[in-house]
């Protein structure tokens, strides 16, 4: 969440600062600014609320000439999204762009303002940088001992770029809980909270670890590690992809990666099935051996990521026969779990920098987990760095933030895993030729799928006026009822829960009138008898029923139901299957309520806060 940009060179910088925001402002969209030190040792700083965009008019307008500068598009944490809380913030020589929260920003601000400081804004941000102003004001020294001094005093996950006008040809920047990373140029440098933002200046790339500060002028880059030691980080070639300059043709970005979603899953499944059984050999060496040994399978997440999760811990003790247990990233990292014996611990994030997901698997290693293994769609993430074992998702870059290819392919990936762990278990031999055939074909199942569109798109006009939903569903399809109701919440602003079908007469049947409707996954399987008993306590009580079905199911649209039938799919894979139109009804009642598709309200796609 928020984004930053810093830059060195010999050249001026505005536009690249500009450009390195503009691909990040999918992590934090409430206001955006740049501060630049001028030629003549002047400080130009302009912000606005808003898109990037906006700032980019107000630069075009009023032209920033200069070869060092800092940016940052803002996700709010404290303070209201404006002007005064935008970043850079100042305090005289001294300008700073954070990422993060600083947790005793209160106590620091107090001691600051009794020293004859004053705030100018209500951010934790502004308290580094009269921190650091006074440090080097009584200290008489320079940023970098500044910063050294100052880390220490700041409580918090954070990221930080700093930069002192009187000295243009140095930046400083501090990591503790929030990712930054340096690229490496040609007589000159530049760092930024995501590689994304510098592919057009460099392919070189510096990752910062935790507790590092970094000294970065025009050719020299100097680390210190958080005992303040001098260390070398390897600089490392990327070969990431920036593929979302154009939306090919769709209306947003979200649109995109619904679509991108058969080709996304073949990416993920290239070079990890043959002969009929899955291959990660990819793992390592030592992977076989430590596989061999679990017993218990723990799955660390947030968000669609932890509704992955819980989609997985069906299939892990159903076809591998491990039981698994799933918890949510921020609950797991503050209480105390009982360790199971040889346990194997998943973490699933997208970004692979969500800051409950990196401490919860830090808190497993002091735990002495058996393994620690990510699944993440960034291969140079903190996550994919920290944990034992990696297997990526190979999505693609995904800009919306309501997560839709992402989730699909981490589905897709646990569902090779648990091959590989059921055939360890000695699962069945027909079990996992079942699996990749499942997985082989389901690129093109959900092409079929996608097919259905135009008939997802006319059911939506249905919601428009509605301010509750309810989705519900059995089995491995609960969790999906789980993401269906966050898809919609989260970028059309309806009020959706999802429920098991189970526990309607448990409660939520008080919900139910006309004015509710009653989304429901139906796949053909063996729960399918109960559900139908299900939907039928639903239709008793008035509710409007909106049923996703095989055509073969035996469901009939009346004035109660109506049902959108869809093709055959295998029933191993239909929960990533029935996930995709979900996503179609969401995204549609999105575009008629006229909602921000690609950056809902109040919400942001790198969750590197708490």
């Not at 929260?101 to 705030?119: C, D, M, T, V, W």
């Not at 933002?197 to 460099?202: G, Q, R």
């Not at 779990?337 to 990196?358: C, H, M, V, Y």
Request: hydrophobic share 40%; proline share 4%.
């Amino acid at each position: 969440m928020c984004g930053i940009v810093g830059a060195i060179a010999k050249r001026d910088v505005a536009e690249i600062l500009l450009e390195g925001l503009k691909r990040l402002e999918y992590r934090g969209y409430d206001s955006a600014g740049l501060a630049i030190i001028s030629p003549q040792g002047e400080l130009q700083r302009i912000r606005r609320v808003g898109k990037v965009q906006a700032l980019k008019d107000a630069v075009e307008q009023h032209p920033l000439k200069g070869s060092t500068g800092i940016a940052h598009t803002r996700w709010a944490t404290h303070g209201e999204p404006s002007e005064h809380n935008a970043h850079p913030h100042v305090s005289d020589f001294i300008a700073v762009v954070h990422n993060g929260i600083i947790e005793n920003f209160e106590p620091l601000r107090e001691s600051l303002i009794a020293k004859g400081y004053q705030f100018r804004s209500e951010t934790d941000t502004e308290v580094i940088a009269h921190l650091v102003h006074d440090i080097i004001a009584t200290d008489d020294c320079n940023l970098f001992d500044a910063v050294q001094k100052a880390i220490p005093q700041l409580r918090g996950a954070y990221g930080t770029v700093i930069m002192d006008i009187r000295n243009p040809d140095i930046l400083v920047a501090a990591r503790s809980g929030s990712p930054l990373v340096i690229g490496c140029g040609v007589g000159e440098n530049f760092i930024a909270s995501d590689q994304l933002a510098l592919l057009p200046v460099t392919r070189q790339f510096i990752f910062l670890e935790e507790g590092d500060i970094a000294l970065i002028s025009h050719r020299t880059i100097s680390i210190i590690d958080k005992n303040f030691t001098e260390v070398t980080r390897p600089c490392v070639e990327s070969d990431a992809k920036y593929d979302a300059g154009s939306k090919g043709g769709y209306s947003h970005y979200m649109q995109k990666e619904i679509y991108e979603q058969p080709n996304a899953i073949k990416n993920t499944l290239e070079g990890r099935m043959a002969h009929g059984k899955v291959d990660l050999t990819e793992l390592g060496d030592q992977a076989e051996t430590i596989l061999k040994q679990v017993e218990h399978v723990q799955i660390v997440a947030c968000g669609t990521a932890y509704n992955a999760g819980m989609v997985a811990r069906y299939w892990f003790e159903a076809l591998a026969g491990i039981p698994c247990d799933v918890e949510i990233a921020s609950e797991f990292r503050y209480r105390k779990p009982a360790r199971r014996k040889n346990s194997l611990f998943i973490t699933l994030s997208q970004s692979g920098e969500t800051a409950d997901t990196l401490a919860a698997l830090r808190l497993a290693k002091e735990n002495n987990y058996l393994s620690t293994l990510a699944v993440c769609n960034v291969a140079a993430s903190t996550l994919v760095r920290e944990a034992d074992l990696v297997l990526l998702t190979k999505a693609g870059v995904e800009i919306g933030v309501a997560s839709t290819k992402a989730f699909t392919t981490q589905l897709t990936v646990l569902l090779l895993l648990v091959a590989k762990l059921g055939r360890l278990n000695d699962m069945a031999e027909s079990t996992e030729l079942a699996i990749v055939h499942a997985l082989q074909t389901l690129p093109n199942r959900i092409e079929q799928v996608l097919m259905a569109d135009p008939q997802i798109k006319q059911l939506a006009g249905q919601f428009v006026d509605k301010h509750h939903a309810l989705f519900l569903g059995r089995g491995d399809e609960y969790p999906i009822a789980m993401e269906a109701s966050l898809k919609l919440k989260e970028i059309s602003y309806i009020h959706a829960e999802a429920y098991a079908a189970g526990e309607l007469k448990h409660g939520p049947l008080a919900l139910i009138d006309a004015d509710m409707p009653v989304i429901i996954m139906a796949p053909t399987n063996e729960l399918l008898e109960k559900l139908k008993s299900n939907i039928e306590e639903v239709r008793a009580r008035g509710g409007q029923l909106y049923v996703f079905a095989q055509q073969d199911a035996g469901f009939v649209s009346d004035d109660t139901m109506e049902v959108i039938n869809l093709p055959h799919i295998e029933e191993l894979t239909a929960p990533i299957y029935y996930t995709v139109p979900t996503q179609l009804l969401a995204y549609h009642v999105a575009l008629i309520k006229g909602t921000d598709v690609d950056q809902p309200r109040n919400l942001a796609k790198s969750v590197t806060v708490e």
